[in-house]
């Protein structure tokens, strides 16, 4: 009988977080959350080039959900409206709270 060779990898070191196919990958919500802290507003434009995240209004709906403070104001163009979501400076701590919670448990945790 002959041996087969196995073409799967070998399995990383449990300590070895860099070679790990486990890496935590940012989600939608906490990049569009990263975004709102640091650039205080977000339109669907900038949401789809910088987030990769083609539905804005469900990500600002969950995270209203989980408490964080975030406002609408609808901006004109030459084809209509579009909303702009910004985040008021009293909201700011509590968004970067969420954020290190998303970041540390992943989203179902963090959901208030």
Do not use: F
């Not at 041996?3 to 399995?11: I, N, T, V």
């Not at 990049?31 to 507003?41: A, F, G, K």
């Not at 959900?65 to 400076?89: F, M, N, V």
């Amino acid at each position: 009988m002959s041996k087969r060779s196995d073409p799967r990898p070998e399995a990383a070191p449990s300590d070895s977080h860099q070679n790990s196919q486990y890496i935590h990958q940012p989600t939608k919500l906490e990049r569009v959350l990263s975004y709102l802290i640091t650039e205080r507003e977000i339109t669907q434009v900038e949401a789809y080039h910088h987030c990769s995240c083609w539905r804005l209004s469900a990500v600002i709906h969950t995270l209203k959900k989980a408490g964080i403070q975030i406002e609408t104001r609808q901006e004109a163009h030459d084809g209509g409206y579009h909303s702009c979501y910004w985040l008021p400076g009293h909201s700011l701590r509590p968004a970067q709270l969420h954020l290190e919670r998303l970041q540390k448990k992943g989203v179902r945790d963090a959901v208030v």
